[in-house]
């Protein structure tokens, strides 16, 4: 048996999810399906643990917890996929289940105008894989969390100006085990969270309010990421400076539409680079398939190799091993194993997101591993992997230096709202705090900002961007796709960046107040 563990990483599989029948499963679904004229059958076992935990003023709103379990049958049939899928995980169900998949395949077989043709893949046999975290959060006890959560809840509240705090943690346990007719067998459980406190200030007599939240990303960590045990984010120093942020924006002026020069924060950039490069790097929304529901791309195939993304320091990876990701994991649900490749290199479009099935139509011998299914009784379909721009790699430009460039613009911490076309090339984002640069250094904040660019001209804007230690991992626990719809989880790495002359309008102007 091989075991491959993120760097670092002390666990085990749960042994409770080792105890299920997942050979025996395997050994009658997969046999069913060949007995059953399947060319190819694969099984997916599915458990996913949860548990979200909410706070208002420091008291209990909401502790919800959540077990799915059940396991799944893909069939390709002459060219054509069937799936099926079911809750109880017996043997029989098993050997049923697969040859009502091959029947779903048979009967779609008539309607399939495009064959189905897998990338090769190497067998992986008996292998494991377990995500990076210290501190199982489901093995605290939930009396324990909700004593921290109340405890940070307290120390904001305590502050002047703050009349409402907020405070919720979100945790996800999921294991798979996977295996297929080619022999692979594959076997992972991967741990993420995501923990949030906001603080809230009412005007009493206006009834205006405005607020702000914390900054840590969701993150494929345990516990200790919450306690700050691992030294990763400053709980502590961010509580404590949050009121007195809150309550320079409450009078900070409002922001002068016009064209500026930006520095954004990673905290900002990674939703930017989920909106405007993750999701038009995806293949399936390239050539169309999402154009129904989620829409389409601007980067078209026909553009691969040529398409000026942006300028020469863009360099953007997709990347399923990247640490503490939350779209990193050993193996994809094809089968597949996590790669690191790229996606925009040079400010040059050169490459996509692949799962095996669009890896041979963009005449690709190798998926890059990008197929996933956010449930058992849901399909694997081609989702978004860890995409990250990176830092300069001749030297470790900080954001400060950034600033130091800019005489007159806005340096842009922490996202907010946004909006993106269905092509993904017309865009707007907002953020939590801005900071006005006068002479290269910060000088008090403003409010109501919000920047607006087509993908190309934004990315074309780019002058610089900062070094290694500037570096952070952002990221979302609910990107959606697909009908009937999937949600995933998803990491986007980046620095600080340094862009020219983007268009910044006045929110609270644009919508006539």
């Known amino acids: 048996m091989s075991i491959s563990h993120s ?105 399939n105008r495009e064959r189905v043709e897998l990338a090769d893949e190497p067998v992986h046999t008996d ?6 975290y210290a501190l199982d959060p489901f093995a605290v006890p939930t009396g324990d969390k909700v004593t921290l959560l109340q405890e940070y809840s307290e120390r904001l509240a305590a502050a002047d100006g703050v009349d409402h705090v907020s405070a919720s943690v979100l945790q996800v346990k999921e294991q798979t085990f996977y295996a297929d007719t080619a022999g692979s067998a594959i076997t992972q459980q991967r741990v993420r969270l995501h923990p949030q406190l906001e603080a809230v200030t009412v005007d009493a007599g206006s009834g205006v309010f405005e607020s702000m939240r914390t900054l840590a990303a969701p993150a494929g960590r345990g516990w200790e990421y919450v306690t700050g045990a691992d030294g990763v984010w400053d709980w502590a120093d961010e509580l404590a400076r949050i009121p007195g942020w809150l309550a320079e924006k409450v009078k900070a002026p409002g922001v002068v539409a016009g064209p500026a020069d930006l520095v954004i924060d990673p905290t900002n950039l990674w939703l930017t680079i989920h ?26 195939p026909d553009k691969l190799g040529t398409l000026q993304y942006g300028t020469p320091v863009m360099h953007v990876t997709g990347d399923r091993t990247e640490r503490f990701g939350l779209a ?15 996606l925009v290199r040079d400010g040059v479009l050169v490459g996509y997101q692949l799962d095996r099935v ?7 011998e190798r998926s890059n591993g990008c197929s996933y299914a956010d449930s058992p009784h849901h399909v694997p379909i081609q989702r978004m992997a860890n995409v990250s721009l990176q830092p300069d790699p001749g030297r470790d430009t900080s954001t400060a230096e950034l600033i130091s ?26 953020g939590q705090r801005f900071f006005r640069i006068r002479n290269g250094e910060l000088a008090g904040q403003l409010r109501d900002v919000a920047y607006q660019a087509t993908t190309t001209d934004f990315w ?39 862009v020219r002359g983007i268009n910044v309008l006045n929110t609270r102007a644009e919508a006539g107040q």
């Open 127 to 132: 292998v494991r894989y377990v995500s990076d």
């Open 460 to 498: 074309g804007a780019m002058e610089a961007v900062g070094g290694p230690s500037t570096v952070r991992l952002g990221g979302a626990f609910n990107c959606g796709k697909a009908q009937p719809g999937q949600v995933a989880a998803v990491s986007h790495g980046c620095p600080s960046i340094l």
């Open 7 to 111: 760097p670092g990483a002390p666990h085990e599989v749960d042994a409770e999810f080792l105890a299920l029948p997942l050979r025996r499963l395997a050994d009658a679904a997969l046999g069913a399906a060949r007995d059953a004229g399947a060319s190819h059958a694969d099984l997916r076992v599915h458990r996913l643990v949860t548990q979200s935990i909410r706070l208002r003023d420091g008291r209990v709103e909401a502790i919800t917890d959540g077990t799915e379990l059940g396991f799944a049958v893909r069939v390709i049939v002459d060219g054509t996929w069937g799936f099926a899928s079911h809750a109880v995980l017996t043997a029989e169900t098993a050997a049923e289940v697969a040859r009502r998949a091959v029947h779903v395949a048979t009967t779609l077989r008539a309607l």
């Open 358 to 364: 669009f890896a041979p139509r963009l005449g690709l």
């Open 328 to 342: 990193s994991t050993g193996w994809d649900d094809d089968g597949v194993a996590g790669q690191r490749w790229d």
């Open 275 to 300: 909106e405007s490069i993750g999701h038009a790097t995806e293949y399936d929304r390239a050539i169309g398939y999402e154009s129904a529901y989620a829409g389409t791309s601007f980067a078209t």
């Open 405 to 430: 460039r800019v005489e007159d613009g806005i340096y842009i911490v922490g996202d907010r709202s946004w909006s993106i076309d269905m092509q993904r090339y017309n865009f707007q984002f907002t």
